[in-house]
């Protein structure tokens, strides 16, 4: 689908987009904890071994952060990726050396009834890793422009 | 509370957190996007000026992530701040120079049936900007511990 910009209009429930992969490394990990989520299990091996991970893992938002370049990229909105509301959950944590990829399934399909140029999509995405275990499991819902009109019709 | 460490026990519904305040540039947005969310609305003011949001705004994960930062520094809980699920909305974009700060709420208290040592704790989270405008609103469902009970007793 590279590349081709999609309207609501050219959308179906259950069309499903494959994202790229992304290796997250223990760096990664704690650059992102340095600034958003300072904990022990998300900043130091050693500390992070004595807590309820047993180790090193990635902030959940970490995780959804990396997922939302990954839905980016693969799942090529006109007029982009806007998201109004998103349920998350986080069935195990990223590790490092983890390499995440998405696979984003079209749920739902809601034209808007007062803003006729717009439709709402709820989209499924889920975050696995390597061992194709769920880390993420997403359900977003987003904003998506229809096709325009041509004017004058 | 600064420094406080709270247990499962220690907790009550309607029990609440305000947390310090955190601004937000047009360079962190766009730090931000460029590394998990590069659309043209978070990455440059021209091109924003077209978009849905009619100026640039910060990604909504970016919020979340601030958001985090908020929380993990004015909820002190035993054993940490760790999330298992996640509902958010974002009623209005973050703008560059928004000066953001969060309320935590207790909603609900569910002592584990099944891992005597914890509970789950449904915490409501507004994160405002400086004219009180909330810009997100998260449900998050965490993994707190109990007051740990004396062995041999």
């Given at each position: 689908m590279g590349g081709t910009v999609l309207y609501f209009d050219d959308l179906s429930v259950g069309q499903a987009f494959d994202s790229a992969s992304r290796k997250i490394s223990a760096a990664d990990i704690k650059q992102f904890a340095r600034e958003y989520d300072p904990q022990p299990f998300h900043l130091d091996e050693e500390a992070a071994a004595?807590?309820?991970?047993g180790g090193l893992a990635a902030s959940g938002w970490h995780t959804a952060a990396v997922t939302m370049r990954l839905i980016v990229d693969s799942v090529t909105l006109a007029g982009g990726v806007i998201g109004a509301a998103a349920e998350v959950t986080w069935p195990r944590p990223t590790r490092p050396g983890d390499t995440l990829q998405v696979t984003s399934t079209i749920l739902e399909l809601i034209p808007s009834r007062s803003k006729p140029d717009r439709g709402i999509v709820k989209l499924r995405c889920e975050t696995r890793n390597q061992h194709d275990d769920v880390v993420q499991d997403l359900k977003a819902t987003l904003v998506v422009y229809r096709r325009p009109v041509p004017t004058g019709a």
């Open positions: 004595d807590t309820i991970f």
